[in-house]
């Protein structure tokens, strides 16, 4: 019971890492942005696809910085919704930070100026984090952010602002402010590699008494396609079935266990059905899901038609060309499936991406658990 306790509080999938002491990788990450908070007048940016990790780095900052800073102050970290404006944003993080919210702010918007003399008045070198910035709607709020943030870099406020959120560049969370480009670093967080993955699991079943075999570490690795969310629920569930079995090594098979556990109770089990139900039997429609999640992408997760015709045919076993399941892919991005692909681009120039990134690992997943992906394409996999 308390090994199963234990791995429940090391591996978090349904939560961000908020302990340095849990983190791992993103080294090159965690530079940039270090190296650009202690830089005067710079603030950061740090964005990516969903599910990456960005939340996680936000969490560990203060850890990491106030041993390194000695002019280090506070960490302040909000989450901001759809419902947020300016005002709102500044009176969260005030309050957050046990800053008295003026007056005057009750009954109107600041103006950045006013908003930069409060952060004026924190101690030392404190760091802001918005998190989430993405689901800001409001456009008047993403104009008075940038005159903010320029402000701040204008006047050399020791306070800074590190701005999350999920994007594809800083003009999708900021618009066309070319005055904010000077004073933010871009950091961009894209999926992990495969030994950040591993060491995720290793540092994590270190840390209750455990190991794992060599098989088993590379198989979660890989089919956690970058994503850590995906290493915690695999080497959770792997980790319990071992210490059902009363042993302290996590085997594959304790893998392939986990993989059974982690569709039958993830919540993307919905969105899966959705994207591959049909009244006839014998459809491809999870197929062609799995070859879009296995097919090879570039940095922006976008895929082409031509990239799911190799992983399509090895899925099933003879060649398999373009027209054969360019209806499915069409059929991905309407409604009625959910919208689970997005097209970009035009005709016979077509990209395609995940709507939801997370469901490309578990299209894998889920293929592989019900026997989809025949031994020796799933050997090439795992490779």
Known sequence: MQRFFKLAQVFTPSAPVASRSFFAGRVDQILEVT?????????????????????????????????????????????????????SVWVKVLSAAGREVPDAWT???????????????????????????????????????????????????????????????IDQLFGEHQSVQRAIEEVRMPRMSQPELADIVDTGLKAVGMQIEGSARQRISRLSEGFPHYVHLLSLYAGQHAVSDDRLSVTKDDVNAAINQAIEKHSLMREYQTAIQSPRPGTLFSRVLAACALAEKNRLGQFTASAVRDPMSKLMGRPYEIPAFATHLKAFTEFDRGCVLRREGTERRYTYRFNNPLLQSFAILTSLAEGEIPEEYAAEIFD
């Open 35 to 87: 190296t650009a908070i202690a830089q005067p007048g710079r603030h950061v940016m740090l964005y990516g696809e969903r599910g990456v990790g960005k939340t996680s780095l936000a969490n560990i900052l203060a850890e990491i910085l106030e041993p390194i800073s000695p002019e280090f102050g506070i960490s302040v970290r909000i989450n901001c919704s759809t419902q947020d404006n300016f005002r």
């Open 107 to 169: 009954y109107g918007t600041p103006d950045p100026d006013a908003v930069r003399v409060q952060l004026e008045a924190l101690p030392k070198s404190s760091v802001i984090i918005l998190d989430e910035y993405d689901r800001i709607e409001d456009d008047d709020t993403l104009s008075l952010m940038a005159d903010l943030i320029k402000a701040l870099s204008d006047h050399l406020v020791r306070t800074k602002l590190v701005i999350v959120g999920v994007a594809d560049s």
